[in-house]
């Protein structure tokens, strides 16, 4: 591990004990796996904390494992499906971190971080509309990116790929309305990918 990293690692620990859940280093990247109850004051202290000082929130993101490495020998993961992922920039120190939170697979909720870092605000809404997941305490939590009839989140693995609902404007009604959608589902079939074009070998 990167030595600023293990810094931030060995502090943490320190700092925060049962709260945290994970420290996983990998490709000199430093992720902290927190408690979903905590994350809010785990990223105050993130912030707040001269030797961490993580004064600037550069994304957070929604992430579903459904079905993460189901082919993988050892069998599909286990464990919550939803998580929260907070990337985190330190301009004092130069480093960054990634903050992750399991959610509540029924009902994937969280504390909001936006009077941690203001910038939180849109990404938050971000998630909540395409993963549904709630943040509470969020100033306005609202969709942001779909319009305001649409049905479901389209980031979660189990959203069909054509949708739930289509809309179109009605002459008649002089509205738009919203109806089942009527085109049929389309089966993707893997590609198959032929070795005769790799390594020289041809046909």
């Not at 990634?98 to 910038?119: G, K, M, Q, T």
């Not at 849109?122 to 997941?133: S, Y």
């Not at 649409?150 to 309305?177: N, S, T, W």
């Not at 070795?195 to 070998?201: A, C, L, Q």
Request: hydrophobic letters at 40%; aromatic letters at 10%; charged letters at 30%.
């Amino acid at each position: 591990m990167v030595d600023s990293l293990a810094a931030v690692a060995a502090h943490a620990k320190e700092k925060f004990g049962a709260s945290i859940v994970n420290i996983i280093e990998a490709r000199s990247e430093l992720t902290l796996e927190v408690k979903r109850e905590r994350l809010r004051e785990v990223c105050r202290i993130l912030r707040d904390d001269p030797v961490f000082s993580f004064e600037q929130l550069i994304d957070l993101c929604g992430v579903d494992y459904q079905d993460y490495r189901a082919e993988a020998p050892d069998g599909p993961r286990s464990g919550p499906r939803f998580a929260v992922t907070i990337h985190l920039l330190s301009i004092k120190h130069n480093r960054r971190v990634r903050v992750r939170a399991f959610l509540d697979n029924e009902w994937p909720r969280v504390d909001s971080v936006v009077d941690i870092w203001a910038v939180a605000n849109w990404f938050e809404r971000e998630a909540f509309d395409l993963f549904g997941f709630v943040f509470e305490g969020h100033p306005d939590l609202r969709r942001i990116l779909t319009d305001y009839g649409f049905i479901g989140h389209p980031f979660r693995k189990d959203f069909p790929l054509i949708g739930e609902v289509e809309m179109r404007y009605d002459a008649e009604k002089q509205r738009v309305i919203y109806e089942p959608v009527s085109i049929e589902p389309r089966t993707l079939v893997p590609r198959v990918i032929r070795e005769e074009g790799f390594g020289g070998r041809n046909p």
